[in-house]
């Protein structure tokens, strides 16, 4: 059984940065694609940025230049840089995982960014 577990966030000040990590397990395959989104209260959930197995990347306009996603195949884990944090940036993040066709999500991480 796959699980995804996540883990990185918490409270920062505005400018500020924070890694989140995701490691994947109950999969002896490498997964295709590996993605974080996120979710603000009373928005619906968006991709910040997604990364292949090939280390393909794609960003969201919104985080691009300020976020770095990149991932370890043989450790079945992604990783989110995010720096220069604005308080719009504050939701839960999800990480996903993708392997054929099926998705997989942790249970998310609060990020929470002060003004």
């Known amino acids: 059984q796959v699980q995804l577990v996540e883990s990185g966030g918490g409270l920062v000040q505005a400018g500020g940065s924070l890694r989140l990590s995701c490691a994947a397990s109950g999969s002896d395959r490498s997964f295709y694609a590996m993605r974080w989104y996120r979710q603000a209260p009373g928005k619906q959930r968006e991709l910040v940025a997604g990364?292949?197995?090939?280390?393909?990347?794609n960003y969201a306009d919104s985080v691009k230049g300020r976020f770095t996603i990149s991932r370890e195949n043989a450790k079945n884990t992604v990783y989110l840089q995010m720096d220069s944090l604005k308080s719009e940036d504050t939701a839960v993040y999800y990480c996903?995982?993708?392997?054929?066709?099926?998705?997989?999500w942790g249970q998310g991480t609060q990020v929470t960014v002060a003004s």
């Open positions: 990364i292949t197995r090939d280390g393909d990347t």
């Open positions: 996903n995982a993708q392997l054929t066709l099926v998705n997989y």
